[in-house]
């Protein structure tokens, strides 16, 4: 086999410590076989021996140079670069990566020195590529880059606004016991990352929770992830919260579609009228806690996963365990950090700043000067049972703002609903003249003050209505048609 000698052709190797009286044998073939790579690389590079010397430059590093490959080649780096810096590299055996240097030609560039080392720790071979032969176009790239980070910072928070949640421990109005102890309770798990269960009428607030608790952890940053349980229809639901990959159904979108658990990853997943849960997507919910992953419809493969799940209902999960409705092992998975969101009637002491705060919400949405509201009015709300919770007493104020034709709330803006109703006596005695209703009368009326209620916030829905007061539509109609609704 033809081997080629190499023997000390630099000058001052004496300080490097460099054994100038060894040769290196570098086989012949090896060197074509690599040479002929070097030009195939649209890169500037080079490769020298232990003395600086080079055994292989590719042609677009000689262009730069000014150079041949045939001059180049045999001679020392400083012979064709007298700035080089590559003995420094050798004997220090340090590489210097992404150096600014200037050629003897006055070209700049950005480069890499990198010395190979053999067994021994010895530097025995030296490797150099120019990044950037144009600090313009390098200035270019990083101006580009820059704008690019810019724009992703944009989206990202454009992103936010879009899959974030909106609300803080500011937005949930109150200073009653009630409302400071669920506070409380939540800021407690806003500093953990199980899983928490947030229980409570409709209408108190339980998503504000959601989001507060959220925006207060360390995932504040991710996404929020809202999914209502009780909206989507049983069979999209899987599909909705699992995803899919292509062709795993007809009528399946092309390239498939990313469920709501793999877009909450590394941020948190609110699973809102959780006891509407069909039983089979329990089974697959509890896994997705257990496992930290999931399964696209369709897909054999598994995908890991980071969320943080929060979940509320309006139902009695204990009882809906009971009646076999909902799986026993994942309402203690949820129930891990418990918040029960007190209903309205339980903080009579928050209506009034409730009041004021929505009045100032409602007015600014509308358009409207509306400031204030008068005490008969505010006496009548604080005398009323809300069912609704602050829901119902969001849709009464919007009403009365609407219909108001000046800057103050006044009784006459109420909903009938709200000024039929029997006021609590001041005290339990009895007076000679007070008569006992009449009984059926008094169901009647009852009755139906509870369906006008009822069409009331369902703004005329008879269909919810009737689902809300749990009779049938038909029943509904003649209850309507008995009572001249």
Same mark, same amino acid.
């Given at each position: ?35 002929? %790579? ?61 150096? !600014? ?55 990202? !928070? ?107 990853? !590394? ?8 006891? #509407? ?14 496992? !930290? ?15 943080? %799940? ?11 365990? &009971? ?5 026993? #092992? ?42 204030? %509201?008068?005490?008969?009015?505010? #006496? ?28 103050? %709330? ?27 209703? #009449? ?39 003649? &209850? ?6």
């Amino acid at each position: 086999m033809n081997k080629w000698s190499v023997s000390k052709v630099f000058e001052g190797t004496e300080s490097a410590g460099i054994n100038q009286n060894k040769d290196i044998q570098v086989d012949e073939n090896v060197i074509n076989v690599l040479d002929s %790579i070097f030009d195939r690389i649209p890169v500037s590079i080079i490769l020298i021996d232990a003395y600086s010397k080079i055994l292989m430059i590719s042609q677009s590093f000689a262009d730069f140079l000014g150079v041949t490959k045939e001059k180049a080649t045999g001679k020392t780096v400083g012979e064709i670069n007298r700035n080089t810096r590559f003995p420094y590299v050798m004997e220090r055996k340090k590489s210097e990566i992404a150096w !600014k240097h200037t050629f003897q030609n006055g070209e700049t560039a950005i480069v890499h020195r990198i010395p190979i080392l053999n067994r021994k720790g010895e530097s025995e071979y030296g490797f150099g590529m120019v990044l950037f032969d144009n600090i313009e176009e390098l200035k270019q790239i990083i101006e580009k880059n820059e704008l690019l980070t810019t724009e992703l910072k944009h989206y990202k !928070k454009v992103l936010k606004k879009i899959q974030g949640a909106h609300y803080s421990w500011e937005s949930i109005i109150g200073e009653s016991e009630a409302i400071k102890e669920a506070k409380h309770f939540g800021t407690k798990a806003s500093e953990t990352e199980s899983t928490v269960l947030i229980t409570g009428e409709s209408g108190t607030g339980k998503e504000l929770f959601a989001h507060a608790i959220h925006n207060d952890s360390k995932r504040q940053d991710g996404p929020f992830i809202k999914v209502n349980c009780g909206a989507i229809p049983y069979e999209l639901l899987e599909s909705e919260l699992f995803g899919y990959v292509e062709g795993a159904f007809t009528g399946s979108r092309k390239g498939g579609q990313i469920g709501k658990f793999e877009l909450a990853h !590394k941020g948190s997943i609110f699973l809102d009228e959780i006891g #509407d849960l069909p039983m089979n997507m329990q089974v697959k919910l509890l896994r997705v806690i257990q496992e !930290k992953e999931i399964q696209k419809l369709g897909d054999s493969r598994t995908v890991k996963i980071d969320i943080r %799940i929060i979940a509320a209902t309006n139902k009695n999960l204990k009882e809906q365990v &009971k009646k076999n409705l909902f799986r026993e #092992d994942l309402y203690y998975r949820l129930n891990v950090m418990s918040i029960e969101v007190p209903s309205l009637k339980h903080r009579i002491a928050d209506i009034e700043e409730l009041s004021q705060y929505l009045i100032k919400k409602i007015s600014r949405h509308l358009g409207k000067y509306v400031t204030g %509201i008068s005490k008969e009015a505010m #006496d009548i709300l604080k005398n009323h049972n809300w069912p609704g919770n602050v829901r119902e007493l969001e849709n009464v104020l919007e009403r009365a703002i609407n219909i108001c034709d000046g800057e103050t %709330i006044q009784v006459k803006h109420f909903p009938i609903y709200l000024l039929e109703e029997e006021r609590p006596a001041e005290n339990n005695v009895r007076t000679d003249n007070r008569k006992i209703p #009449d009984l059926k009368k008094s169901v009647e009326n009852m009755e139906k003050n509870i369906i006008k209620e009822a069409l009331y916030l369902t703004m005329g829905n008879k269909v919810r209505a009737a689902q809300e007061l749990g009779i049938s539509r038909s029943s509904l109609y003649d &209850k309507i048609k008995e009572f001249g609704l």
